[in-house]
């Protein structure tokens, strides 16, 4: 027989959020009768240095073993108390946590009940304690490279700080350029920067950064791993164009026979480019793509007699040949900076998105009035002899955003301020135009946001509070039927043209990255964060971290910000060197193991093979504890028991279910 | 009055979603009610069936799964396996004669705190309808 168990019980109060609910002091006097108890305390604060102090003590002068803390969720402060064992010199595996907080306390209003429920939890949780095994972490190495899938302003920030701090990265843009949402901005808010004078140094600073490996036009494929060393394979989709011959001279597109057929989506379609083509003037690499949807050559055969890409290009960069490549990356961590997407109106259609064509959104009025845009910066209407420049204009907020009709309940953060900025900018653009916006709040809050807000209204845009029932055509102009909600009078409002701004929605494939990554997503669709307010850029998945709008809407501060923590996370683990891999894995029993192998097919990891065991002399499945991720399925798998997850063994929960199950207050252990 | 049926559930919750998601009902201090005891394991493929028969044997009025939504599982596929598994036992239980409100499975992402008391609120108001369960129970288990 091994060392007698001693166990100690630490009952938390968490000041009130415990203590109001559950009787602290009746769960340690329970606590103090359960078998190999040794001592029982309860405290206000566990988790503060004096509350650790008390286990660490206890550890050394009673000489426990066994440490059970029934205090919040061991997703909160597992790890705390581990390294509090570990200070005392105790293995911080013997830490046993019962949730009587977030599953106990804050969950049931009734005392009575919450007191027992609460007995029971820390019964069963010094049953499991009993039988839990020191255990030991492995160290491995870390990949010193770092994989940034987006291109935005997130990921080009989040690379350069990476980068700079002198490990690799692999910043993966699906589009043919780096830029992202940034880039399709006219000026910024509240400063009014023009958004691609301060954008484009960046991109350029991350395609030339010695250290960072520009994978444009790329998609991932398949990631496999974990923290410290992920397989990760991205597929570099074929330009058609060799991009160490394109000097981005632009003949091409000039001379290609779609020139100026092919929607630009770059410009929402308000522009139309060429078969071949660049999304926009400083698009970073300056490499020309063909559209292989698009290009004649590409999906019909043929184009002219030669195509005319082909003829003028000098450097002879042109390349119908050329096939995707799929990459292998060898990364110690990824960063997810893959952005939003735009809320489609025509989800709304009594705002006539479709119907109307002076109906826009707030993107849409961007590219119109970027003097790089498609029409270089002038805000007319129409085409031709119909051309006409609006006078009066009328803004409609909250367009999928906060509106659960629409299915989007969420605040879309920037609405407001670029509503602002965009109105002041068609009161520079336009002189005399009539601007109102109809708005449901303001939301201000942001450093020099609320003054700039000041600033558009003292300009004289008309902020009228109504959220527009309809839009309809009266003539050649638009109607804007609304309530004024301040003054109670329906309204009829005659304008030439209607902004919507748009709110902000997870992408439409974020599940395909939440799938690949195992990311969860919150309920609004965003990626979800390990914490709300403690980890917001880390991830259920260690090494796996969020920065910018994937994560929830932000503006371009909020996402810099973001980036740059996320970098940081990064950094903490690849300047680390080295990372403890999970101890909870699992274990074969070589004795009584026969070999079946059924565990081997089960293992999403493949961290399980056959191997013949000298001492038993037959085939027994064999565990590669780097490999195993700890979940368990082999153990639930296996039909002679013998495979077993450390901490996790059928003893463990077997031992939590005898005294959950059981229909007294758990005294009876 | 006559005193109301209390029953006893016994719940395995996987790790990532689940166990998650009851933190958050806590963390909104959603209220309900205090007759489920929750087993925390790393993944609902970790459950070997006979972890929910030994819960019935140990007295549970009723038993409860829950894990990540299918396609959300934070090892790829071990919801899966569990499906499997507890589609069957759940047969398989009803077979022998146990009361088909007494086991539940769902899922229950880490966002979603208020699906979580929902399927309790609806586990504890089956196993209360299904009444006391005596069959399965043992005094001792050699197991």
């Known amino acids: 027989m091994g060392i007698k168990t001693k166990t100690g019980v630490y009952v938390c109060h968490c000041g009130s959020n415990i203590a109001a609910t559950v009787d602290v002091e009746d769960v340690t006097t329970f606590a103090a009768r359960l078998p190999h108890v040794k001592t029982a305390r309860h405290y206000p604060y566990m988790c503060s240095d004096p509350g650790q102090g008390l286990i660490r003590q206890d550890i050394r002068d009673k000489g426990l073993n066994r440490i059970v803390v029934a205090a919040c969720s061991p997703r909160i402060h597992e790890n705390t108390f581990r390294r509090t064992l570990e200070e005392a010199g105790l293995n911080p595996y013997c830490l046993e946590m019962a949730n009587i ?10 005392r009575s009940g919450a007191t027992a429920k609460a007995r029971k939890t820390v019964a069963a949780a010094a049953a499991r304690a009993r039988l839990l095994e020191p255990l030991q972490q492995k160290e491995v190495p870390v990949e010193p ?8 302003i997130a990921g080009i920030q989040c690379a350069l700080d990476v980068a700079g701090a002198g490990f690799t990265v692999y910043l993966v843009e699906k589009e043919p350029s780096i830029g992202g949402r940034m880039a399709q901005l006219d000026k910024t808010f509240p400063t009014l920067d023009c958004s691609a004078c301060i954008l484009t140094p ?17 998609c991932l494929e398949e990631v496999s791993g974990y923290a410290g060393n992920f ?35 770059f410009d929402l379609g308000l522009g139309r480019r060429s078969a071949i083509y660049r999304p926009f003037p400083q698009a970073v690499p300056a490499h020309y793509t063909i559209d292989r949807q698009r290009c004649l050559f590409l999906t019909k055969g043929r184009c002219g007699d030669a195509p005319p890409c082909v003829q003028v290009c000098s450097p002879g960069a042109i390349d119908f040949e050329q096939r995707d490549e799929v990459v292998e990356l060898k990364v110690g961590a990824i960063v997810v900076a893959t952005g939003c997407d735009l809320f489609d109106p025509s989800r709304k259609p009594e705002y006539g998105y479709r119907d109307y064509n002076n109906v826009i959104t707030a993107m849409e009025l961007e590219r119109l009035l970027s003097a790089s845009g498609p029409t270089e910066g002038s805000v007319v209407l129409g085409e031709g002899e119909d051309a006409s420049v609006p006078r009066d204009i009328a803004f409609i907020k909250c367009v999928g955003s906060r509106d659960k009709s629409a299915g989007s309940e969420h605040c879309s953060k920037v ?51 109504g959220s527009p029932s309809e839009i309809f055509q009266r003539g050649s102009r638009l109607v804007v039927k609304v309530e004024d909600t301040l003054a109670s009078t329906p309204l009829e409002d005659e304008v030439d043209m209607v902004v919507l701004a748009v709110g902000l929605e997870a992408r439409g494939d974020a599940g395909r990255i939440v799938d690949m990554l195992r990311l969860s997503r919150s309920a609004d669709g965003f990626f979800l964060e390990a914490h709300p307010k403690l980890a917001p850029v880390d991830t259920a998945v260690d090494g796996i971290y969020l920065a910018g709008a994937c994560q929830a809407p932000k503006d371009i501060p909020d996402t810099v910000a973001q980036a740059k923590a996320a970098a940081a996370s990064a950094l903490g683990l690849l300047s ?7 101890a909870e894995v699992c274990v074969v029993n070589e004795e009584t193991c026969r070999g079946c192998g059924y565990c081997v097919q089960i293992c999403p990891y493949g961290a399980v093979e056959l191997a013949f065991s000298e001492r038993y002399s037959h085939e027994t499945a064999l565990v590669n504890e780097v490999l195993c991720k700890g979940c368990g399925a082999c153990a639930a798998a296996c039909f002679s028991g013998s495979m077993q997850q450390r901490s996790f063994r059928d003893e463990h929960i077997l031992s939590q279910v005898a005294v959950l199950g059981s229909k007294g207050k758990g005294d009876q252990v | 009055m006559e005193e109301r049926f209390e029953p006893n559930i016994v719940a395995f919750l996987c790790n990532w979603c689940s166990y998650a998601g009851a933190d958050l009902a806590g963390t ?15 993944c609902t493929g970790r459950i070997n069936p006979l972890f929910v028969v030994n819960a019935f044997q140990q007295g549970a009025d009723g038993v409860l799964v829950s894990g990540c939504h299918p396609g959300e599982c934070h090892y790829r596929e071990g919801n899966y396996h569990a499906r499997r598994r507890f589609t069957l036992l759940r047969e398989l239980l009803v077979f022998t004669g146990v009361d088909r409100r007494r086991f539940n499975m769902s899922w229950v992402s880490a966002s979603e705190g208020a699906k979580w008391r929902e399927v309790v609120r609806e586990a504890v108001e089956m196993a209360r309808e299904a009444g006391p369960f005596e069959q399965f129970r043992r005094e001792m288990i050699g197991w």
Request: glycine share 10%; charged share 30%; aromatic share 8%.
């Open chain 1, 101 to 110: 907080r977030e599953q106990c306390s804050w969950v049931h209003g009734d």
């Open chain 1, 145 to 152: 490279a770092v994989l940034v899938l987006g291109g935005g």
């Open chain 1, 202 to 218: 960046r991109m350029v600073d991350a395609a030339a950064h010695p250290r960072i490996e520009l994978l444009s036009y790329s």
């Open chain 1, 231 to 265: 397989s990760v394979r991205v597929r570099k989709k074929a330009r058609y164009v060799d991009a160490d011959r394109c000097t981005g001279c632009g003949d091409c597109a000039r001379e290609c026979r779609l020139a100026g057929r092919v929607p630009s989506s």
């Open chain 1, 415 to 465: 609405c407001c301020m670029y509503t602002a900025k965009l109105a002041h900018l068609l009161g520079e653009k336009v002189p005399g135009a009539s601007i109102r916006v109809y708005y449901m709040d303001v939301r201000a809050s942001g450093k020099g946001y609320e003054e700039f807000y000041d600033r558009v209204r003292r300009e004289g845009v008309r902020y009228i509070r």
């Open chain 1, 576 to 582: 680390a060197g080295r990372i403890k891999v999970g």
């Open chain 2, 28 to 42: 909104s201090r959603m209220q309900y009610p205090p007759n489920v005891h929750i087993v925390r394991v790393m």
